[in-house]
Every structure is written in structure tokens, then in C-alpha cells.
């Protein structure tokens, strides 16, 4: 029988957890963490990552596995991912993805391939640049190895046009191969995916507040603590929202740090609504004003409806 998993996806900020925990109670499953940032220790603020008494409210996976100087990347998350979800299948528990990272959760469900070294640090560290006319120079280079990807990857979105030539160098294959596998969202479980949505001022406002809260609750504090016990973050820790920025500042810079993090967390969002907005396959459940039964009620009806219940 192919194994049933309920993903839950949507922008940051929008309530993803205490829905999850909610549902993990109600349907006595276990939650997988599909979060980039959230499998470093130490960062917990910055990453929104559940609280103590929210992870003794359910079983949560995926959280608090590597150190911050180890790099991470979605080849070793499909990994660990697919082993947590066997787990928890061979409990007859329901397995819970969680997470706004749209890479992350088809890496976990769909049948694709990543190439072993991707994302490697030294790569990286290579073609990221801030400047335009290099971005340019990238996407340039790109054209003439791949022009197939370059057709479909605009110059400005420099993160897809790094992580195009990573793989063109890790693996040697185009990486237009591996859009071509994309296009083709084929689940290799029986996966049911709900969508949380909202009004986009809405979600704003509440990543405004949730980044206000997070320095608040002395996110600043964390990064120095970080650099200070465990040394250098890897590359890909280093380049988490917040951490980022906040490691680049002088301490006078702190306001400007902060509205370029809402700025960041901002397109972030929009980025991650327009990623789920292309799967077809995504139940969206309008978040709005309504209270948090009410979603969570609307989501186990559906969940019913699709035979999604294990005990």
C-alpha cells in the first residue's frame, strides 16, 4: 500500500505550526519539519522555530540536527526526510510535512533526483554577488553552457541561476534535465497537499509584527551568542534571513538591519506564494480573520473526505 502523507505548505508567517500541531493531535500524526533554517541548533528565534512547550505537544522531526558550521542541502533533507516518514508509517501514525519551502517539500514527496554535492559551499561562495553586471555576466555564462535553462531563468534571479550552474558542475549534467523532471509533479506517496492563504497586506502586517517580535526577543543576542561559541556559520546557515543580516551590521545600523529584514522576509513570501501557486495539486484553505478551529476543522473535513485518516 503507498504510504499517505498530508503535507501543509504556505508563506511565512501565515500559522503554519500551531495549525500542524493541531492537526498532529487531531489525527494522531507526527510532524516533519520542511524548513532549510530550522535544522540548525542555536537558531531559533530567527527561523520561527517551535517553542518547547509547542514541540512537547507533539513529535516533531527534522529540527535541530546539525551544528551551524555543517553545510545542509536538499539532497541530504530528501534523505532523512523519506527515512522519518517510514518511521512514522511503520507506527501507523499520519506523517505531517510542514514548511514554506516549496524546494524542500517536493524534494521530500515527488519523485525527482538531486545530484550528490550540490549546493556545495566553495561553489557558491564562487558565483554569489550582489552586483547586477555580474549577475548578468552569470547568466551570460549560463546561456552558453545551457541555454535551455537560460531561456526559463530570468538574470535577476540570481539564487536559480547559482543554483543551475551547481548543478551543471556537481553532476555535469544540463540542468535544464532536471527542469524538465520539475515540470513533472508526480508524488511518490499518496499525498495530500493543503495550502494556507491570505490576503497579502494581511500576511504582511504579520511579518512586520513577527520580525518586531523576533528582535524583541533579542534574535541580535542569538547571532553574537552563535558566532561567538560556535565560530564561522556554513554558507548556507549564513545566508538565513535575519542571521544575515544581522551579522553584517554595526550595532548603530540596527534600525536599517531591521527594515532590510521585513524588506527580505517580504519578497520571501511573495516568492513562496508564487512557487505554490503553480501546483495544481495544492487544497488552498483560506486563513483570513477566522480562528484557528475553524482551519483546522475546514482541513480535517478534507482530510476526511480524501481517506486520509490512519488509526
Not at 241 to 248: A, P, S, T, V
Amino acid at each position: 500500500m503507498v504510504k499517505k502523507v498530508l503535507a501543509v505548505v504556505g508563506p511565512t508567517a501565515i500559522g503554519k505550526t500551531t495549525v500542524a500541531i493541531d492537526l498532529a493531535k487531531e489525527l494522531d500524526g507526527e510532524i516533519i519539519s520542511a524548513d532549510s533554517m530550522q535544522v540548525y541548533r542555536g537558531m531559533d528565534i530567527g527561523t520561527a522555530k517551535p517553542s518547547k512547550k509547542q514541540l512537547s505537544e507533539a513529535i516533531h522531526h527534522l529540527i535541530d540536527i546539525v551544528d551551524v558550521s555543517e553545510e545542509f542541502n536538499v539532497s541530504i533533507f530528501q534523505r532523512i526526510a523519506r527515512e522519518a516518514i517510514d518511521e512514522i508509517c511503520a507506527k501507523t501514525k499520519l506523517p505531517i510535512l510542514v514548511g514554506g519551502s516549496g524546494l524542500y517539500v517536493r524534494a521530500a514527496v515527488d519523485d525527482l533526483q538531486f545530484a550528490e554535492g550540490e549546493l556545495g559551499s566553495e561553489i557558491r561562495r564562487t558565483y554569489e554577488t550582489d552586483n547586477d553586471k555580474e549577475k548578468l555576466e552569470l547568466w551570460k555564462r549560463l546561456k552558453k553552457i545551457d541555454p535551455e535553462s537560460a531561456k526559463r531563468i530570468p538574470y535577476q534571479n540570481q539564487r536559480r541561476v547559482v543554483r543551475a550552474l551547481e548543478v551543471i558542475e556537481s553532476s555535469g549534467d544540463p540542468f535544464s534535465k532536471r527542469l524538465i523532471d520539475w515540470e513533472n509533479k508526480k508524488s511518490i506517496y499518496n499525498t495530500l497537499f493543503i495550502g494556507l492563504t491570505m490576503a497579502r497586506e494581511q500576511l504582511y502586517e504579520r511579518i512586520e509584527t513577527r520580525v518586531d517580535e523576533m528582535i524583541n526577543r533579542g534574535l541580535l543576542d542569538e547571532v553574537n551568542k552563535i558566532v561567538e561559541e560556535d565560530g564561522p556559520m556554513s554558507v548556507t546557515a549564513g545566508q538565513a534571513l535575519g542571521y544575515k543580516e544581522l551579522l553584517d551590521i554595526d550595532i548603530n545600523d540596527l534600525s536599517e538591519a531591521i527594515k532590510e529584514i521585513k524588506k527580505r522576509t517580504r519578497n520571501l513570501a511573495k516568492r513562496q506564494m508564487t512557487w505554490f501557486k503553480r501546483d495544481e495539486r495544492i487544497n488552498w484553505i483560506e486563513v483570513g480573520k477566522r480562528n484557528e478551529s475553524e482551519i483546522v476543522g475546514d482541513i480535517i473535513d478534507l482530510v476526511s473526505r480524501r481517506g486520509f485518516i490512519v488509526r
